[in-house]
């Protein structure tokens, strides 16, 4: 079965402060795991991406650690804001595996405190 | 260049009524999805479609449920005899691109929030 397992389900951190979640995968066939953000009442908004061949890709403050060997991949959040206040999903897709639908993690609740 | 856009944004449905949900796709994308998102749960594929064809609807419920992507217009989501447990947000996503592509990054609506009484 397809499936994105992702943790904390909750997690406070101060301001400027690092944030990390973390999720795992268990179909190979994924090559693309990208990350969104979603506030109450919105849709999802993509973070960030990354695809197998490289392990770690860095956009401003967010950052996508990936361990292809392990099956696992992190979003860290530097130097965060309570504007980050928000919900997290990491996220899973791929060809040839009958994936062309993402597959999602349950969720990360992410509360920044000034 | 407008994003993807939903409506209803918001919808109220008795038992056993329709719901028809619309979805505009970004200019120039040809795929879309939907996914339904419980409350406090992650999203969960339904379909996915290209213009005039059914790719994918293995997340789609048997029975009540069908989508269409028409040549032109928008990419309708029917639920036929609604019953309380299709209360749920549907948010419809549209990429350039397939999986594998290089171009499958998915951009979401800001979803219809179906209450069903």
């Keep these: ?114 | 260049n407008a994003g993807v856009m939903q409506n209803p944004r918001h919808l109220v449905r008795r038992r056993g009524q329709e719901a028809r949900l619309r979805c505009s796709p970004m200019k120039g994308h040809s795929h879309v999805y939907w996914y339904r998102q419980l409350p406090e749960e992650g999203l969960k594929f339904m379909v996915y479609l290209q213009k005039e064809n059914i790719i994918d609807e293995s997340g789609m419920p048997k029975e009540r449920f069908s989508a269409e992507f028409p040549k032109e217009g928008p990419s309708i989501l029917r639920i036929q005899q609604v019953v309380r447990g299709d209360s749920a947000a549907y948010f419809c996503a549209s990429s350039p691109g397939t999986a594998g592509s290089g171009q499958e990054t998915q951009y979401f609506g800001p979803g219809t929030r179906l209450l069903v009484l």
């Excluded at chain 1, 992190?74 to 206040?85: A, C």
């Design chain 1, 1 to 114: 079965q397809q499936q994105v397992k992702q943790s904390p389900q909750s997690l406070i951190v101060q301001k400027g402060g690092i944030s990390i979640i973390n999720c795992a995968y268990e179909n190979t066939a994924f090559d693309y795991f990208p990350w969104y953000q979603q506030f109450p009442g919105k849709g999802p908004a993509l973070l960030i991406a990354i695809r197998p061949d490289v392990s770690e890709k860095k956009e401003g403050r967010f950052t996508i650690s990936f361990n292809k060997s392990a099956k696992q991949f992190s979003l860290h959040i530097m130097d965060s804001q309570p504007g980050d206040s928000a919900t997290y999903f990491c996220a899973a897709s791929g060809s040839g595996g009958g994936a062309d639908g993402l597959t999602f993690g349950k969720g990360t609740h992410l509360i920044i405190q000034p």
